[in-house]
């Protein structure tokens, strides 16, 4: 059972960021192109990022950047979230995303440490619900999509409020 202490700031800030994310997805949405022959209008982009938009994104700015971010990277193993291209090539041990192969992934390894591994992640008792591994797991073995920054930065959510 996960028993994260809910603050009213933890709370509304997890809502703000799950909302911007959901606006920036809305916002991104191109119509002005007609499908391409022998497509239908239902088929989605090759590399659709609505997953990450919507579920990875908030997921890793609520539970990872805090300390995972640009900022203080270098007091945490050296790694930094915040894009894509910060996941696949800082930290100590090298990128920590392997796009298509989860197994492969440290992210995923570490968030699947038992608590009392050194370097289970997060590092509280509080450890991602089974969904959430699974959700950061298929999101890896579908490729990792990641739009660029600005669109795919992550936030902390106590920048939301500076």
């Not at 910060?86 to 796009?99: D, I």
């Not at 289970?120 to 591994?133: G, I, Q, T, V």
Request: aromatic share 4%.
């Amino acid at each position: 059972m996960n028993r994260t202490h809910l603050t009213p700031s933890l709370i509304i800030g997890t809502i703000l960021v799950g909302a911007a994310a959901l606006l920036t997805n809305c916002a991104s949405v191109d119509n002005s192109a007609p499908p391409a022959a022998g497509s239908t209008a239902t088929s989605l982009p090759l590399r659709d990022d609505t997953v990450f938009m919507t579920q990875i994104k908030p997921l890793l700015e609520l539970r990872c950047l805090e300390c995972h971010n640009d900022k203080d990277a270098k007091d945490y193993a050296g790694l930094s979230l915040q894009t894509r291209q910060s996941a696949m090539t800082s930290g100590r041990s090298g990128g920590v995303l392997r796009p298509g192969d989860p197994d492969g992934s440290l992210l995923l390894r570490v968030l699947s440490y038992g608590h009392e591994h050194p370097v289970a992640m997060p590092p509280s008792p509080d450890k991602l619900w089974d969904d959430k591994k699974k959700l950061i797991h298929d999101w890896i073995k579908d490729g990792a999509v990641w739009p660029e920054p600005p669109r795919g930065r992550l936030i902390r959510p106590q920048d939301v409020w500076e």
